[in-house]
């Protein structure tokens, strides 16, 4: 079994019992397994939020992809990447 060693200082040993009071029949090891997995589960929460913005701005961008092109009558399944921001967003370099 792994083990973690903490250097107890005056902020661990302040929290450590603020969260005593806050749990009282658990020991400073369970204490701190209880803090780290509760961590744990926000960090994922986080990083679930972050995708799902994420997947949100990409279908948003596709959207608008979609009308810009629609505008010149063209279709994204028939132009290329470089093509597309040749003509659509920057179309200085088409000239």
């Known amino acids: 079994m792994n083990q973690v060693r903490l250097q107890k200082t005056p902020d661990i040993e302040e929290v450590l019992a603020f969260l005593q009071r806050k749990y009282r029949l658990l020991s400073e090891a ?3 397994k209880v803090a780290l997995s509760e961590k744990y589960t926000r960090e994922l929460q986080s990083s679930g939020e972050v995708r799902k913005a994420y997947d949100r701005f990409m279908a948003e961008g596709k959207k608008l992809g979609d009308k810009l092109l629609s505008k010149k ?11 597309f921001y040749n003509r659509i967003i920057d179309p200085r370099d088409n000239a």
């Open 73 to 83: 009558g063209l279709k994204r399944e028939n132009v290329k990447e470089e093509e």
């Open 30 to 32: 369970e204490i701190i």
